[in-house]
């Protein structure tokens, strides 16, 4: 049986660097992980074809005896194109994944087969049914899987060099239980774990195919400490054995500042980058999202001591929370600034499917829509301690601060100064990277702006004077500046265009309410 298993495209976004991929060689920062997972799961005897629309065009004419087709909620649009042209075409169309399964209402009707939840027990159990005649139009398994049966993703059959970083997965789930997440809809508050060895195969697995970056996509990967401290001190006594061929990265609560064992662990392990979803330096608004896992000690003294470890924090941060008023905005620029903080993706609050939030915001009648999936350009919520407008206006103003290039520069300079010493600091450059310089300064002061020439030049300047093993640090968050400057440059004219539309139907509502 031959199967054909599809990645939409991604629309632009914070994390698709889409307008550096050319700077990086590259053609997607890092490969959705569900359908080499999908892949890994089916036995051998089938062939199976993986097609990621980030780095190839899509065969709707491929021969294949089914079309698998995932996604999340950005996906929507894409997805139910690619299910269409395929059932036009007579295929026979599955659909899962975490769009699926929070809203499995929407795409009932649209595919022979729909899956909801997790797969590792329904799609081999789809398979066989499949083989005899009589697949069932939907799958739901009884019970979350237990991770220490998931097989290795097949990763051979991706095209490992069109990607930045790999993806591999230790857990699933989180033990918090912030109001606005769907990760704890999705996966439960339960964390359930793959074994060390499984893990281990799978990072010799990406080092073989030729990964450099392996990014754990686990949404808590310290939900486990346990057993999280086992597999790094595993992977640091494979790296040094190895010579330190890899960096690794992955997302953690901010409960990791209090635990130094884990920390030094993590350095250990060559962690150099860690996503924190710290969301606001008001306590007001995380203990209204039951963040209370950020209000232990000081926010920024947090962020500095895990900075101290050579481990640099990339922050999720949220303005609109209902304790939120207009002076939020200049307090979230001033904490980032503070906290030496390069990488903060900072949204608006947005209420998603099945969601606490989204349950509070409907009883309250101040959800305005459904979640597009994209905190950026939209919030389906109505705000409580401001309008609108001023949400929106003071929303746009912050990102526009934030990535201005003297702010940008000023605290990601502070952090290169100031971060702890890193594990494999100072090795030989690799050739590769030499040629990534090389593109990277191309791109960042040859063919640039003036003003850009001079961000770079300055940024790498200091460093060279002041920290020049560092230098590569400097480089990197050049190039990534002059992704996430051009994205906010688009995104402004998004949301200045959003403002315009809102303040238009404001004043109609008003004549409307003069006149009647």
Known sequence: MRIYLVTPRN??????????????????????????????????????????????EIDFDVE???????????????????????????????????????CPEDLRGTCNVLFVDEAEE???????????????AEYRPAEKPDLTTSPTPRFDLLKVDQYHAMTIQFARGCPFNCEFCDIIVVYGRRPRVKGVPQVMAEIEECHRLGATQ?????????????LAKELLRTIATWSEAHGHPMYFNTEVSLNVAQDDELLELLRAARFTTIFIGIESPRKASLQETKKTQNMRGNLVDNVRKIQSYGIQVQAGMIVGFDADDESIFEEQLRFIQDARIPVSMTGMLQAMPKTPLHERMAKEGRLIAESVGDQFVFSNILPKAMSRIELYKGYRKLIAELYEFRNF????????LNRGRQVGEGLAIRREELRLAARVLRDTVLSTSPRRAWFTLSLLGATLMKRPAAIADALAFAIVHKALYEYMQSLDHHLERVIGEIEAATETMTAAAVNA
């Open 11 to 56: 629309p632009e976004s914070f994390w698709t660097y889409d307008r550096i991929l050319p700077s990086l060689g590259k053609r997607c920062i890092f490969p959705n992980l569900s359908m080499p997972t999908v892949a890994g799961m089916t036995p051998r005897d089938h062939e199976i074809v993986l097609c990621d629309e980030n780095v190839e």
């Open 122 to 136: 329904t799609w081999p159990q789809f398979l066989a049914d499949f083989a005899r005649g009589a697949p069932q």
């Open 64 to 102: 294949a005896d089914i079309i698998g087709v995932t996604g999340y909620i950005v996906h929507k649009p894409r997805m139910l194109e690619i299910i269409a042209e395929f059932r036009r075409r007579g295929r026979f169309v599955v659909v899962g994944g975490p769009y699926a399964s929070l």
């Open 409 to 416: 520069r000023t605290r990601t300079l502070e952090f290169i």
């Open 214 to 226: 392996v990014f754990l996509v686990d949404d808590n990967f310290i939900g486990n400490k346990k």
